[in-house]
């Protein structure tokens, strides 16, 4: 007698039909989703996908001095970026004032440069004094006028008429 001859053999189940819940771990269905356990395939999937997400990246910046850096560096891109947007689009004002039509293009576009700069200056310090007096402080403030840089960029290019 075999010694795993008191253990029940139970037959597989034909497709679609209603495995009782006490064989579940025993079955695989070929016509739906697999059950093991009681707990569907999609379910586990999705239970190995939330935990991936919880596992450590790697992150290109490991400290906040790092971080701080890399936020300068996008300002810094995000300023040079802008300033030359604001050479073309100052240009372009210019030749509008020329062709004549007695508005000037030129000094509103400058005066409306010098109130968006102190605009974002000062949002930017609001929004980093949240972290007043901390290590993420200088990077919130970086990454705020790295943001509103490149909005003002976006900006300047639409004011881009066409001639």
């Known amino acids: 007698m075999d010694r795993h001859s008191h253990i029940p053999v139970t037959p597989a189940p034909e497709p679609g039909s209603i495995v009782p819940r006490e064989h579940q771990a025993l079955h695989t269905r070929r016509d739906g989703p697999r059950i093991k356990s ?16 919880l596992l450590p990246l790697p992150a290109t910046a490991q400290t906040q001095m790092e971080m701080n850096e890399q936020a300068g560096a996008a300002y810094t891109r995000a300023d040079a970026a802008m300033n030359a947007q604001w050479k073309r689009t100052y240009a372009q004002m210019k030749r509008r004032e020329v062709a004549g039509d007695g508005f000037a293009y030129a000094a509103a576009l400058l005066n409306s440069q010098r109130a968006w700069l102190a605009y974002r200056d000062a949002q930017c310090r609001i929004a980093a004094a949240e972290f007043q007096g901390g290590s993420l402080q200088p990077m919130a403030q970086r990454q705020c006028l790295a943001g509103l840089t490149a909005e003002r960029t976006r900006q300047l290019k639409g004011l881009m008429w066409q001639q």
Do not use: D, I, Q
């Not at 707990?39 to 991936?52: K, P």
């Open 38 to 53: 009681g707990v569907t395939e999609g379910v586990a999937r999705r239970t190995t996908y939330l935990l991936a997400l």
